[in-house]
Nanobody, 119 residues
Framework: QVQLVESGGGLVQAGGSLRLSCAAS???????MGWFRQAPGKERDFVAS????????GYADSVKGRFIISRDNAKNTVYLQMNSLKPGDTAVYYC?????????????WGQGTQVTVSS
């Protein structure tokens, strides 16, 4: 069984930075890891993903050039460095893990961490 625990959320002014962490228990070294976010009244959207070797990353257009996803397999942790934050980035951010070739909905999810960006 895999459990994911996010941390690092909070309140930040526009233009600021935050780094989210997702600590995984269980064997997730070979899993693709991702970050999603859900703003109030909206659907959960993809933000970024990283393969288990860390050699392939993907980003939503809205965060390209501002967010960086990384992972440390020795620590079973994935990170999301968020720079140049905008009020539109305000959302609950969720960490997810999925086996290669599987869908995110069939994987594991954390409980989420709130990120609020003030203007």
């Amino acid at each position: 069984q895999v459990q994911l625990v996010e941390s690092g959320g909070g309140l930040v002014q526009a233009g600021g930075s935050l780094r989210l962490s997702c600590a995984a228990s269980g064997r997730t070294v070979t899993y693709t890891m991702g970050w999603f976010r859900q703003a109030p009244g909206k659907e959960r959207d993809f933000v970024a993903s990283i393969t288990w070797r860390g050699d392939n990353t993907g980003y939503a257009d809205s965060v390209k050039g501002r967010f960086i996803i990384s992972r440390d397999n020795a620590k079973n942790t994935v990170y999301l460095q968020m720079n140049s934050l905008k009020p539109g980035d305000t959302a609950v951010y969720y960490c997810a893990a999925a086996q290669a070739g599987s869908t995110w909905s069939g994987g594991y999810w954390g409980q989420g961490t709130q990120v609020t960006v003030s203007s």
